[in-house]
């Protein structure tokens, strides 16, 4: 009765004290019920580990006992703390064994209550139609019955289940009915579900008042309760509704409260609901960077929830937001899934909106793929009889054209992108032709597209020109053009083509390009044709850059012997400083690990090209020597080498660190200034982290690689400089790209050529030789004579190194500082590397089983907990970081620290701080009359 009123928590006391008397007793059927009363509870107050737990535990009574009716309620109620819980195949399976047994019981009601959790079920996964059908079947059996009760919860799931539908009138019905009859009833258990429901649907039909009346109604109800989920509930529809009222700053403000309540109180559907509206609330407000975490968390969780109305809700802000960013892939890839969840729903709003979406993401892509969702749009549009929704659709196509002619090409830079990754997976030269012509003709809406290879070179796989659509008149076999010279071509084409030379290393003539264009007039000299003609040509020095590594010409070494774009199959130096056991080359790179002499070689063959070069590879690894190596080895060594470490410079002053900036252009520049990219013409600028720099600095960067041209900061006069870009990063750029925090364009512009750097891990002797070679040089610097003991050798080369060659000159700096002279022994080395060998030995002596009187969950456990500490650790307490670097959820994150008793100096003020408010305030207090809405499916009922 004290649950049905609404006291949770007198209620959980009382349930508590009933389960220790009845444990006392040892009565097994009552202590299964009881348990299963309790778990009810436990779930009303969200805590669903610990209402999982009791249902488990009545299940596992009332299996022993074999009572058939106690072993399906308790499934009933497993399933939906599943459900909860993000565990929804688990949760299908508890449920439909449920359900079943009530079926062969004849137990209608019992029956209803499983059913109303498969519709549940069933809109968590988007499948709107078979949980408005179960719904449909419960109300039946509860009209029967005469349970208003009960039927006022289905009738709120039916209320949530047309939200996702996209039929708000249908929920505000619902909803109002459910409603009448708890009212009627004199019930408060549902009663907010309810009116959150009529408050989201009355919002979506932009109904304000009737919104405020909801918000209003759940506030009254947390004043009786103190329940915290409607507490959540009331936050997320007040910061909702003041996202429709175009108030950012309070939506944030509110949101904020949701997600730290949500998080208080462990519920974890309502504290990603918070982080979208924070992040759609940043978007609005400017603050991209912080929008794009908050709403990545928001994907991630409800990914892992498995709900998919809110999910697509989360993937079209964040496509939208990565729109806006440039990234264009990751912003299509959010998007195409938005769209299928929305048409699998039926939510025509959602789709139509999350199709015009993708169109613009599409358009830098594929003008084709563009065109084609466009007409799926409006297509949609003219379907529902919506005429506004067809205007706006051909106002998107209009901005969009208007677009490319006033840029001159407005698939320029994904053009390179598409080129790169074709280019980069191409087995063969034939393979990276083909490639390259489909990519070219599809992007740029070409006629036909062949490459001509020049006379003389083997090689290419054929002798015969590789073409996509020759002309009409022109016979085709397996997509070549038969018998056909570059003279024929170009007699039997329509429309003047484009002919671009495709040039390799030192001039090699590979052959040409030969490009027809769909429209007469469009290779003209106008702007547009002369931003093709630019992308044009700087696609046919990828392909000449990639026809150098693939295919050898005459008198080369063969195409086996040839490395490679950044390959691992590249071939060993035959350099015969490699029989040295301390190799090293002039440039200080010591080694020679087959991977090192591989980078060695591509460096040796792109240093003399212009080519951008990306260096990737762990901190401390070397990637700066390898930068200056390419300089070293170029036609720009007499030029500048400058060096910029990104993460070292403030992002508002990366700018014009990089650019210059022009007397007062902001405060403290009291004279004009050269940027690095300035000091370095005709030289080589190396980027070191690029990885670090933002998105806005990244668009500025991407437009001087592709103009090489800039103004300072503050000036208006145009600089032309003649710079090669090598950039180095230890970060997962595919990640960042994925994540919307690096531009899929600039990527490939600045890895033309990757070359991937190893951890010192990896590289096998090289340990050995680089210590024993910096010994050498900083013993005799220093007047020393110093040698290490094999031991010590030993214990190098075994240890692993996190911070690369970094770590290992450090140790040697303070070996030579801490010795005299004669030999380093092992007992020298700190404490970490001897330790490290310590524990390995330890595991080889036990064969890594188990310790005597140790469980397998034990040691499993205890290294969890030991993980998950040190990635707190290593994130300073950032409960974020720390859960990307396990690889896992913030919210699973926060699961695993409560259940090991961690808790970072942030998560400990932070609750003290909670406490202290709520001490402040008073017992059952909302803390502010702001909120937003947390959106969900349907409401779950406990049987």
Known sequence: ????????????????????????????????????????????????????????????????????????????NVGLVQIQLGANDDADRSLRRAHGIFHTLHQPKMVAFAATNLALLASYRGDTADAKRRLEEVLEIQSRTQTKVLASKTLNNLANVAIMAGDPRDAIHYAGQAITFLVEAGRTEGLSAAWFSRGRACLELGQWVETEEAITCLQELVNRSSNRETECEALLLSAELSLARENAPSALETALLSRELAEAADLPRHEAEAARLCGEARMRTGDESQAREDLLVAERAFKELQSQYYLALSRLTLGRLFIRAGAFEAAANRLRAAVESSQRMGH?????????????????????????????????????????????????????????????DGASTQTIVQLAKILRGAASGDDAIRGFLRTIHEILELESAAFFPAKGLEGLGRTAPATVHPPAAMSRIDGLAEGVDLDAWLALTTVPPQVVPVLGSHDLEWGVLVLSHAEPGSSGTDAAAQGRASVLQAAADILGLALDSLVSPPGSRSAQDVNRLGGANAPKSSDPKSSNPNARTDSGIIGESPRILAILDTVEKVATSDSSVLVLGESGTGKELIARELHRRSGRASSPFEAIACPSIPRELIEAELFGHEKGAFTGADRQRAGRIELANGGTLFLDEIGDIDLATQSKLLRFLQEREFSRVGGRETVRVDVRIVAATSRKLEQEIEEGRFREDLYYRLGVVPIVVPPLRERGDDVVRIAVQLLEELSHRAGKEL????????????????????????????LVAVSSSGRLSPAMLPERIRESQSRRDTDSASGGILRSGETLDARLMTLEGELIRRALEAASGNQSEAARLLGITETKLRHRMRRYGLATPRTRTRRAGRAGRAERAGRGRTPSAKAEPRTKSTKRRTS
């Open 1 to 76: 009765m004290l649950r049905v009123l609404g006291d949770t928590a007198r209620a959980l006391d009382t349930l508590a004290e009933a389960k220790r008397i009845r444990e006392a007793q040892q009565d097994p059927a009552a202590l299964a019920r009881t348990s299963r009363s309790f778990g009810n509870a436990l779930y009303q107050a969200g805590r669903f580990d610990e209402s999982l737990e009791e249902h488990r535990t009545s299940l596992a009574i009332a299996e022993r006992l074999g009572d058939q009716l106690e072993i399906a309620m308790a499934l009933n």
């Open 348 to 408: 025509d709003q959602l789709h139509w909106r999350s199709l015009l979406a993708l169109a613009e993401a599409q358009w830098p892509i594929s003008r084709r793929l563009s065109r084609t969702t466009l007409g799926e749009a409006e297509s949609l549009a003219r379907t529902e009889c919506r005429t506004d929704r067809e205007v706006e659709v051909r106002a998107l196509r209009e901005d969009l054209s208007a677009a490319q002619s006033g840029t001159g």
């Open 787 to 814: 040698a290490f003991a094999p031991a010590t050798l030993d214990l190098l080369r075994r240890y692993p190194w996190p911070g690369n060659v970094r770590e290992l000159r450090n140790l040697v700096e303070y």
